[in-house]
C-alpha cells in the first residue's frame, strides 16, 4: 500500500463545475497536509495547506482533513479551464520531508 | 524576491560519468530538500538539511548518491557512475523552519524548477 493514494484520472469537468480531488494516507501521526499544482512541465506550486480536522477555505479553494478516516481533499469551485493541470497531495510529520501521491489529472473542459 | 534556483536547467551525461546539481534555495531558508521525480508520479524525497546538517538521508536509493550543504546555503546533489536509471528530474525545495500558531505548524516548501538529467 502507497503512502499516499490519489486517483491518477483524468478527472473532467465542466467550466464553472466543481472539481473534488480526494487523497488518501496510511500515517496516523501525519500531521501537516499540502496540496500542490504542476503544470505539465513545471515544478509544483503550494496551492493550500491544512493542519487541523475541518474545512479550509482559501478563495474557489476549499481543503477538507478528516484525521479518523485518513483522508484529505481539495474542493475547486467555478473551474476554469487554467485550472487544468495535475494536483499532487503531500503529506508531513513535523519537521519531515512531504510524501506526495502520484497526482490526480484535472481537465477542465471550456 | 528571487525563489529557488538550480543548475543546470539540463543534463545530459554518459553512464558512468559523476554529476553534481546545485541548488539555491530562497535566501535565509533554513531547511533544503532534495526529490526526484519520474515522469507521472510524485516527487520522491531523497534527502534534506537543516542549515548545514543533513538530517536525514534515507530517501538516497544507494551509495551512489551522496549531498551536501557546506555553508548552510547551496546544496549539491552528486551522483558518481551514473546509470540509465538514475534519469529524471531531480527538484530541490527549501523552507523556513515550522512557525507555530497555537498547535499548527507551518513548513511549507517552495519549489526550484528542477535539473532533468538524462543518462545516455
Known amino acids: 500500500q502507497k503512502e499516499v493514494e490519489q486517483n491518477s484520472g483524468p478527472l473532467s469537468v465542466p467550466e464553472g463545475a466543481i472539481a473534488s480531488l480526494n487523497c488518501t494516507y496510511s500515517d496516523r501521526g501525519s500531521q501537516s497536509f499540502f496540496w500542490y499544482r504542476q503544470y505539465s512541465g513545471k515544478s509544483p506550486e503550494l496551492i493550500m495547506s491544512?493542519?487541523?480536522?475541518g474545512d479550509k477555505e482559501d478563495g474557489r479553494f476549499t481543503a477538507q482533513l478528516n484525521k479518523a478516516s485518513q483522508y484529505v481533499s481539495l474542493l475547486i469551485r467555478d473551474s476554469q479551464p487554467s485550472d487544468s493541470a495535475t494536483y499532487l497531495c503531500?503529506?508531513?510529520?513535523?519537521?519531515?520531508?512531504?510524501?506526495f501521491g502520484s497526482g490526480t489529472r484535472l481537465q477542465v473542459q471550456p | 524576491g528571487a525563489g529557488v534556483s538550480q543548475s543546470p536547467r539540463y543534463k545530459v551525461t554518459k553512464r558512468g560519468q559523476d554529476v553534481a546539481l546545485r541548488c539555491d534555495p530562497i535566501?535565509?531558508?533554513?531547511?533544503l530538500y532534495w526529490y526526484r521525480q519520474a515522469l507521472g508520479q510524485g516527487p520522491e524525497f531523497l534527502t534534506y538539511f537543516n542549515y548545514e546538517a543533513q538530517q536525514d538521508k534515507s530517501g538516497l536509493p544507494n551509495d551512489r548518491f551522496s549531498a551536501e550543504r557546506p555553508e548552510g546555503s547551496i546544496s549539491t546533489l552528486t551522483i558518481q557512475r551514473t546509470e540509465q536509471r538514475d534519469s529524471a528530474m531531480y527538484r530541490c525545495?527549501?523552507?523556513?523552519?515550522?512557525?507555530?500558531?497555537?498547535?499548527?505548524?507551518?513548513?511549507?516548501?517552495?519549489f526550484g524548477p528542477g535539473t532533468r538529467l538524462t543518462v545516455l
Open positions: 503531500a503529506v508531513t510529520k513535523g519537521r519531515r520531508a512531504l510524501t
Open positions: 491544512i493542519y487541523s480536522n
Open positions: 525545495a527549501s523552507s523556513f523552519p515550522p512557525l507555530t500558531s497555537g498547535r499548527e505548524v507551518t513548513d511549507t516548501q517552495y
Open positions: 535566501s535565509g531558508h533554513v531547511s
